[in-house]
């Protein structure tokens, strides 16, 4: 999967205006959520929230459930929550870990390969090991599972 950079994000934003524009929300909804994943795959999570949510609450208010369940699925896949006001989109992390690390921690302890871990967050595989060897630098671990067991122990997993 190839990086999305900013004129990828800029051309779904200026499609889903143009939708907007003419009064076409269900084209709006589907051009904000591609937005979104754009976003996603340039590393830029704030900003795929935010699109995600306005792709949502636009299709939910007309009636689109099949979109509506297509844009919670890659919110829920990239641990983005829709409710609104949440822009920080994953609180602190322990160890000094970012929020990146600490959901790639979790898809760690979740037994998954770092080509797992980049599919199930929009990223390449080189990112997703870089990832990992910063988590294992940070936990001052020797192995994946030697994180994935202070993951469990602390749970660190189960924050969210």
């Known amino acids: ?23 076409q929300p269900f084209r709006q909804a589907y ?3 591609q937005a979104g994943a754009a976003a996603l795959n340039a ?3 704030v900003h795929a929230a935010r699109s995600f949510r306005q792709a949502f ?4 208010s007309i ?3 099949l979109l509506s369940d297509q844009i919670e699925a890659f919110a829920a896949k990239a641990r983005i929550d829709l409710r609104d006001g949440e822009d920080d989109c ?5 160890f000094g870990l970012t929020d990146r690390e600490l959901e790639v921690l979790r898809l760690i302890a979740d037994g998954q390969s770092n ?6 967050l929009f990223i390449s595989s080189k990112t997703a090991s870089v990832h990992v060897s910063n988590i294992l630098s940070k936990l001052s671990v020797p192995s994946r599972g030697a994180a994935a067991a202070i993951a469990h122990r602390l749970r660190i997993v189960e924050l969210s």
């Open 115 to 120: 080509r797992d871990i980049a599919r199930n």
């Open 90 to 94: 994953v609180g602190k992390a322990p």
């Open 43 to 45: 590393a830029k999570r």
């Open 1 to 23: 999967m190839s990086r999305a950079t900013a004129p990828d994000i800029n051309i779904w934003e200026a499609v889903a205006r143009s939708w907007a524009d003419l009064n």
């Open 31 to 33: 051009a904000l959520m």
């Open 57 to 60: 609450r636009l299709a939910h």
């Open 63 to 65: 009636g689109a459930h």
